[in-house]
């Protein structure tokens, strides 16, 4: 999740059991738990482009890991500010601990995948009910936690902290739908994939992008949900076949461990590039939700599988056109 909405939740939760005077810094400590443990995209390396997408949302992100995290923040804010005010450690680290416990399980809500049980398993999770960025899920969220600050009153921050669940369940619901969609599309079509994944659309809970699997091909289409859904047919890829896309890449090469490594990453979802060669994409992200344009891809090279790691791409260069038609798909009209 983005890092505004990160920080107003891990203020609301702190602020929402905090005594009578202690909003404030409640909503301090919150802010610094929920938003630190994102500090792990500073893991990066300049000869591994692929290391930085292991670490984003692993050890730091592991409900295990959060009573250390949030003390390791808790002893920086006593330390630089805390005891120059006479803060009492035992309640900065409770706020922080409180703040830095809601990261984890918000970035779950998304689609990109979130280690939560590190480091016992490796399996991403992504429950795929609320996009990276949702103003109408953030606004109200800061507005409250600013009331309660304001105030010195608790209730705002916990209205804060429903109104979240809510949203969240109303994602759980609205991706449910999504799903059903699909699959009666799909069966339209003849098919009967084993999964159907449905991921909400940028900024909003009515449009979501469908993809499921048949014959070793992906189906990519939209739906935008209301009384009578619409449905905007998208776009057909083969899945990823080593033999077939790339029959010149060594099976223990360096770059095949990579095409692995981002394989994991993106969940399986993962196809040879159609319009650029030697390219692998990540097929979960676009910004039409019925296209296959992906936001980001790794660049293998023949020349230098042996000796150097894949290159790293991202793509989000759209036009005013692009943000229309999707305008246009959020309010059911025919494009």
Known sequence: ???????????????SVARRGKTGLAMLCGIAGGMAPDLDVIIRSANDPLLFLEYHRQFTHSL???PLGAAIVALTLWGTVGLRRGWAFREVYFFTALGYATHAVLDACTSYGTLLFWPFSDQRFAWNNVSIIDPLLTV???ALVLTSRLSHRRWPALVGMFWVVGYLSLGVVARDAAQEVAQQLAHSRGHRPAVIEAKPSF?????????YEDDDRYYVDAVRLGREPVVYPGEVLAALDIARDFPWLGKDSLQARD?????????????????????????????????????WSIQLNPETQDSKHVSYLVSRERGAETVSRLWTMIRGLPL
């Open 64 to 66: 295990i890991f959060i």
């Open 140 to 142: 109200p969220l800061i």
């Open 259 to 295: 095409v692995e490594r981002f394989r994991w990453f993106s969940m399986g979802y993962i196809a040879a590039d159609p319009d650029f060669p030697n390219r692998i994409i990540d097929i979960r992200y676009s910004l039409l939700p019925n296209e296959i344009r992906p936001l």
């Open 1 to 15: 999740m983005d890092p505004v909405t990160q920080g107003a939740l891990g203020a609301a939760l702190p602020q």
């Open 203 to 211: 900024a909003n809970l009515l449009l979501w992008k469908t993809i």
